[in-house]
């Protein structure tokens, strides 16, 4: 019993320090808030980015000015971070910043070729995926 406790917190304390999303874990591999930001648009997840991008020191009073900022800017793994997250299927992140590309973004679902840039990960484990954000 004591075994299966310990088991069940050090996976616990494991997924605190990453993050899954579909078949990949994302693992940060810094503190910066730039990486948190990546993770966040790699997570899909438009309020955890949209909080991260709040903390960048981007003196504006306007939400949308930062996000521009970053959508044009920031790199993830030296990607730009809008087909950063397309890459990893985050389409509700992509749109969010996308928009503020001036340039049009399709997100698709029905890529062929994906095989080709993403080998298949069996469905029981995921593909770890370090991210640095610059």
Do not use: W
């Amino acid at each position: 019993m004591k075994f299966q406790k310990i088991s069940l917190l050090a996976v616990a304390s494991l997924l605190s320090a990453s993050t899954m999303a579909g078949n990949y874990v994302f693992v940060p591999a810094d503190d910066s808030v730039g990486t948190q930001i990546c993770v966040a648009a790699a997570e899909n997840n438009v309020s955890k980015l949209k909080d991260k991008i709040s903390k960048v020191p981007i003196i504006t009073k306007f939400e949308s000015k930062k996000l521009s900022v970053i959508a044009k800017n920031q790199n993830c793994n030296d990607v730009n971070i809008v087909k950063f997250a397309q890459m990893y299927d985050a389409n509700d992140t992509t749109k969010a910043l996308a928009k503020y590309l001036h340039r049009t973004v399709t997100v698709r679902q029905d890529i062929t070729s994906v095989d080709k840039a993403f080998p298949k990960v069996a469905s029981n484990k995921p593909q770890i995926i370090v991210i640095s954000g610059k």
